[in-house]
């Protein structure tokens, strides 16, 4: 498996297992105003860091390149930065956090772009056709 894929991978459990701990916290209490960071958590971290995983396993020519790498810092730390206030924001109403979450979901966007491009370009380099010289 591609480096990267096992990144994302491994990524992914962790902010499954986040997701997962939100989820028991809320269901303890009763109390469920943090479920949109529980929902982020799990969407964002767990799910789409797992297909983005999964499409580089699928496409090893992509994966070997270094934008993959970019992508998988970039949409990773954008996560770091923006799902901790999302969670504050929501489960204790600090609000004051919204700068940094916004930071946080522009880099998350960032990373995003970055896979639709990886999506839509070709796997191989396209190569010019060469013009035998004229004789």
Do not use: C
């Amino acid at each position: 498996m591609p480096r990267v894929s096992e990144l994302f991978f491994k990524t992914a459990i962790i902010f499954f297992l986040l997701g997962i701990t939100i989820g028991i916290k809320m269901g303890i209490s009763g109390d469920h105003g943090a479920f949109p960071a529980h929902a982020h958590f799990n969407l964002l971290g767990w799910v789409t860091s797992a297909i983005f995983g999964g499409y580089y396993a699928l496409n090893p020519a992509k994966a070997e390149r270094r934008l993959a790498m970019i992508h998988y810092g970039l949409y990773t730390l954008g996560l770091v930065v923006m799902l901790p206030p999302l969670y504050l924001k929501y489960a204790y109403g600090m609000d004051a956090v919204e700068p940094i979450l916004g930071i946080g979901s522009l880099i998350v966007a960032a990373g995003v772009l970055i896979f639709a491009y990886m999506v839509f370009s070709p796997a191989q380099p396209v190569r010019s056709a060469t013009v035998a010289p004229a004789r």
